[in-house]
């Protein structure tokens, strides 16, 4: 018998009688959009039911895949109803989750079995397979299929084998097979720079795994790997097992090998224990934890070697950080937290011997602290401890921080009352120095004690589209209890100190055009006045402030230092002009240039400790400018002019090409006159674009 018809003629009718319906239905929905045509009578009610279509991630039973309807077609088909057919001629055979292409396909629908020949193509799931001859049993994915070609949707792998058996629909062995996950270039000539050949893979897509045995690793057609087995997953998604290992060479330790094992925990956890060989040292065991919990997170690593060789001594180094919060609900306890970070080693030495243990390499003060915080509103609550260890080299030593033991302070911000910008922070502290870790016992230099402090602002911003004003009044008041008393025989001080600044600036815009480019350019003039009165402060000890840098942001501020020990006396006005270019389109900013400098109407007196004397009248110029003109090419510089020299006192210039991901290619030029002057080139890019030509794929 000759058909050319889909069978299951029940299901076909109910869906031509589902289309009449809604075929029905149609003129009542075109006659809703016009207001002048008129309603039609109205109809009988049908009692049909829609009912949602299958999600992806819904899997439906075996026997609902073996009674689900069979769509087939073809230039010939040759059936006998309910027991098999013949499709010859671009044949097709669809059903739940399974599309089958060939010359000729016949199909046992009693059995559910089907044989395929000749250009075979079968899609299951996003896995395609294609082949010249393939045997399946439909309902549970078990069969045959003879030299075929593979590409799997998970992870992306392909390849081709002599043969595949399917297991059923999570399962596969491919015998005589080759991997690789790089894109395929049209072409009959082309190969993947790595493959990967094994006598057969076990491809398990339940696990996400893939083992493959006698299995031999090539690059360029070389090999550079061979092993009688190997299990790596099918994607990105992380699984246990063993890394790649890390071979280096150093001077000072000889050869290092580490073979690091990865273990999965959970979707949230996991760890990676290390065994690392040192010739010269000796043998490490490394660990690190990492968790991600709803209201937390953190992580830790622990390296110890039981014996150093070369320093007979163990050895250790511990790293680890958590942060973690709770929304209580509650209007009076608000959101609370707990923070810790822990950073300590066995010894002076360790930052040296062991860049690569989680250190950085020139880290030398190593915090170790923890804090407890609330929030509510617009009241924020800390209290701290802070500790430090301090890694001291005898050819250059260094004067460690004093620990904070506790800290405790409260803010408090609120914005845009009557207009009124109010702002207060209160705060005290316990300084305390470890002798102990001061070279050549210069204790007399640090004088722990208590200080405490409460600053308050408040302002008024007049924000324009064309400009704005802000004027700020702030109150400084500190109090120090000192353990030993100053020169003056005095153990506590006490320091009250007002500010008054004045921030102006006008914003005018423009349309223009470069290159082509329709862009929108602004002209921003700024003028900054602050008034601080002198107060002496030489005697006060230094407990946490530095002078911060200066540029063309910190020009606009009140005080040169950052943290509460010194509150310059300024008398001074910034003047400057910004001028922005952004694309009419985007709004991106595509370059930005600014020039600024300081009138100081008196001496600035008050100084850190070795800090030279700030004269009254013009500071250096400060020029700035920066291109982002395309999203590959970034260029920055900055200059800090001396007017009457006529010399650049500091210059940075640096660029940046970023063509994309994984490319990469950075310069800087610095200059600090009479100081230093430093060259930096760093980059990052593919080793096969250097020697076989780019290509965005391997």
């Not at 097709?92 to 399974?98: A, M």
């Not at 408090?412 to 305390?432: L, S």
């Amino acid at each position: 018998m000759k058909t050319a018809h889909t069978f299951h003629k029940q299901k076909l009718a109910q869906a031509l009688s589902l289309c009449g319906v809604l075929l029905w239905q149609l003129p009542s929905v075109a006659q809703e959009k016009g207001a002048t045509t008129p309603t039609p009578p109205a109809k009988p009610a049908v009692n049909v039911i829609l009912q949602n279509s299958l999600r992806l991630e819904e899997k439906i039973s075996d026997l609902e895949r073996k009674q689900s309807p069979v769509f087939v077609s073809g230039q010939r088909i040759d059936a006998r109803p309910d027991l098999d057919m013949v499709i010859e001629g671009d044949a097709s055979l669809r059903k739940q989750g399974l599309s089958v292409r060939a010359q000729r396909i016949e199909y046992d629908q009693s059995q559910d079995t089907l044989k395929a020949q000749g250009q075979v193509r079968i899609v299951r799931e996003g896995n395609v397979f294609e082949g010249p001859s393939l045997k399946l049993q439909a309902d549970s994915f078990q069969g045959q299929f003879l030299q075929p070609t593979y590409s799997l949707l998970k992870g992306g792998g392909h390849g081709e084998a002599a043969e595949i058996e399917f297991i059923d629909a999570q399962r596969a062995t491919v015998r005589q097979a080759t991997y690789t996950t790089c894109s395929r270039v049209p072409g009959p000539s082309w190969l993947p720079e790595w493959v990967l050949k094994a006598a057969s893979l076990q491809v398990n897509e339940e696990d996400n795994t893939v083992q493959a045995k006698e299995m031999q690793l090539r690059f360029k057609d070389v090999p550079i790997l061979v092993a009688p087995s190997l299990t790596f997953p099918l994607n990105s998604a992380r699984q246990s097992g063993f890394l790649a290992p890390l071979i280096g060479i150093d001077t000072v330790s000889g050869i290092e090998v580490s073979s690091p094992y990865y273990w999965n925990i959970a979707p949230n956890r996991d760890a990676t224990l290390s065994t690392t060989v040192m010739t010269k040292r000796g043998v490490a065991l490394d660990s690190e934890f990492r968790y991600l919990e709803t209201d937390s997170q953190g992580q830790a690593r622990l390296n110890v070697m039981p014996n150093d060789s070369l320093r007979q001594q163990s050895r250790w180094g511990l790293s680890a950080q958590h942060v973690g919060g709770i929304e209580t609900g509650n209007s009076v306890l608000g959101r609370l937290g707990v923070n810790v970070n822990l950073n300590r080693v066995s010894d002076d030495n360790y930052w040296r011997d062991f860049p690569r243990a989680g250190l950085s390499l020139t880290q030398r003060l190593l915090p170790a602290s923890g804090s407890v915080y609330w929030g509510q509103g617009d009241w924020t609550l800390m209290t701290q401890v802070l500790k430090f260890q301090t890694l001291q080299d005898i050819s250059s030593p260094i004067t460690p921080p004093y620990d904070r033991s506790p800290q405790i302070v409260a803010r408090y911000n609120k914005w845009d009352v009557q207009g009124f910008d109010v702002g207060f922070t209160a705060d005290t502290t316990r300084f305390e120095a470890d002798y102990s870790q001061i070279p050549g016992g210069t204790s007399a230099i640090l004088r722990n004690g208590q200080r405490s402090y409460a600053a308050a602002q408040i302002s008024h911003p007049w924000l324009k589209p064309w400009g704005f004003v802000i004027p700020k009044i702030q109150l400084h008041g500190t109090r120090y209890q000192l353990d030993t008393p100053l020169a003056s025989g005095l153990s506590e001080v006490n320091r009250l100190l007002p500010t008054f600044s004045l921030d102006t600036g006008l914003i005018y815009e423009r349309d223009a055009s470069f290159f082509g480019r329709g862009l929108r350019q602004t002209l921003e003039p700024r003028a900054f006045f602050v008034r601080t009165p002198y107060k002496d402060q030489s005697q006060l000890p230094s407990y946490d402030s530095g002078a911060t840098d200066f540029n063309l942001t910190t020009v606009y501020s009140e005080n040169p230092y950052v943290g509460q020990d010194r509150i310059a006396d300024n008398n001074l006005v910034t003047l400057g002009v910004n001028s922005r270019l952004f694309d009419n389109n985007t709004g991106a900013e595509l370059a930005r240039f600014g020039v600024a400098q300081r009138y100081r109407f008196s001496d600035q007196l008050v100084r850190l400790p070795g800090e030279l004397p700030v004269s009254s009248g013009f500071s250096d110029i400060l020029l700035g400018a920066g291109v982002r003109w395309d999203n590959r090419w970034t260029f920055d510089s900055t200059l800090q002019f001396d007017a009457q020299t006529h010399r650049t006192t500091r210059t940075t210039l640096t660029t940046r090409f970023n063509p994309s991901p994984y490319r990469v290619f950075n310069t800087a030029y610095r200059l600090t006159r009479d100081q230093s002057e430093q060259i930096d080139i760093g980059w990052q890019w593919p080793l096969r674009d250097l020697t076989w030509g780019s290509d965005e794929a391997p």
